[in-house]
């Protein structure tokens, strides 16, 4: 009986299991691989290059301005992202019309990169733009937000949190709502404050969730691509150009998969090492006991 | 609670939370009525708010422009070949993984977890190049068969929710003499069917809206999906804004009725699907 279901077991995890291999494993090998060799993706063959692919990449201009622009998009989307998350999730948690704002604010996450793109590259338009109509309206001459270097980068920060604050402020409202009334009854019988009470039991109840939410922001943001794909095109001179607009670039447009797969595996790494960090970080202050 | 008064600071609370709410609409808003104006309009210095006159022939102009009624099936089949094939599969491992435990089966669902660490990016290339000498760049196929056959998250997420299922349900089927598939689509597929829903409005979701792939795996615009759809639009009338924002609506109306309808399962199916994570 016991070893009829261990038989059902390898059949019910086949379909995903070769899943795995093939779309999964073999082209991470396949990876690394290429990432060693000169090669168009047409040729029959690929010429062994060692680890010059790499060694080409540091000395790259294109790829150090990509690198340089994820990290300068990093740096202001992830903070700004998360703290209006939630601020937004705390303000809304409590009050009546929670769900109304809650459907309003989640409404972006729905729609698609490319729509978004297209919405706010009509917004943004520096002469006939919603924004800047508004701004004028106020007294302010704003920006040509997209076509200028200083300010392309903080319009895509911009389009971004409009486009993910709402998914990340469901997720803290989630783990909002797993803390136990029971615990800001008892702190208020104590004679808390508010801030005391923020300090001392949401934050360390909700440190899970927040710690989920800021790694896989920080992840999805060092794969930004879509926003400055469908608004610049990478521009204007490679102002918006992205690490992962560096690897389609390599890849699918120049053909030169050998420092495509280079790029990629160095994405990688980067992403396995912040993803590190943070677990080795957490410790001090995620609190995982009941 | 009912009676008590509001302090200001709730009152100023509330107005940020508005603020916050209408510049999260506005976009969509402003986009609907440029969609409705002339081109005149579009370009008027200061800028017009309500379109006069309403030109309702940008859509019908927008959809003869580009086959969006094709890429809409498209994008539909897709995502609802995806989301059956993926949502059968990563439930019958998540099973497997859960309650059958065969030989390996931990060794195996750390493999399973592993793989959520690489970005996409990097297995995307040599995909394009398995997806090329099977012949099947430029096909439909292409898209479904990775993301219908593999999903490590789904995986993780349906043997979670598996495996807090009580086990004396499997028990007594066991002994009324079910056998295992019998047990799993009779027992476990309908108590699981609420993480079932949310796990696939998350696929869905996620391959309508998916651009990377179809971008690099399709190249004639009778497969184009919905995204890539829109995005060759802008291409072809990039100034012809009151044409483009036709075709934005046209993209995004269907998914944000649905979206109205059933915004409490649809948001709370992407928390589930989160929280687990």
Redesign the interface.
Known sequence: MLKRRKMWGWVFVAPQLIGLIIFALIPLVMSFGISFNEWDGIAPTMKFVGLSNYVRQFGNDDFKKSLVNTVVYSIMFIPLDLILALALALAVQKIKGKTLYRLFYFMPVVTGSVSVGVIWTWILNGDFGLLNTILAAIGIAGPKWLTDTKWVLPSIVIVSVWWNVGYNMVLLLAGLQNIPESYYEAAKIDGAGKWQIFKSITIPMLSPTLFFVLIMTMISSFQVFDQAFVMTNGGPVKASYTFVYHIYQNAFVDFKMGQACASSVILFIIILIITLIQMYGSKRWVNYDE | MMNKKLKPF?IF??V??SV??V??????I??IL?SLKTMGQ??????TIWPDPIVWENYPESLQALPFGRAYFNSFYIASVVVVIQLL??S??G???AK????G?NF?FI??LA?M??????????????M?NLGLLGTHMSLI??A?????FG?FLMRQFIASLPGELEEAA?IDGAS??QI?FRVILPLVKPSLAAFGIFVF?GQ??N??YPL?FLNKTETFT???M??FF?GTYATD?PL??A??VI??LP??VV??FF??Q??QG???T??K?
Do not use: C, E, R
């Open positions: 709730d609370v509330y940020i939370l916050g709410a510049s999260m609409v506005v976009p969509f402003w986009t440029s579009t370009f008027s210095v200061p800028p599969t990563a019958m491992a099973y497997a993984f059958l435990k065969f030989h089966h195996m493999l399973f793989t660490m690489v970005p996409s990016q990097v297995t995307m290339i040599p995909l394009f190049i398995i090329k068969l990775p219908a056959l593999f999903n490590a995986v066991t295992v598939p799993f979701l309508w809206n651009f990377l690099i919905v995204p890539l829109l995005n802008k804004y483009l924002m075709g934005t993209s995004i998914v944000l979206y109205l915004q409490k649809i948001i992407i928390a589930i989160g929280m994570g």
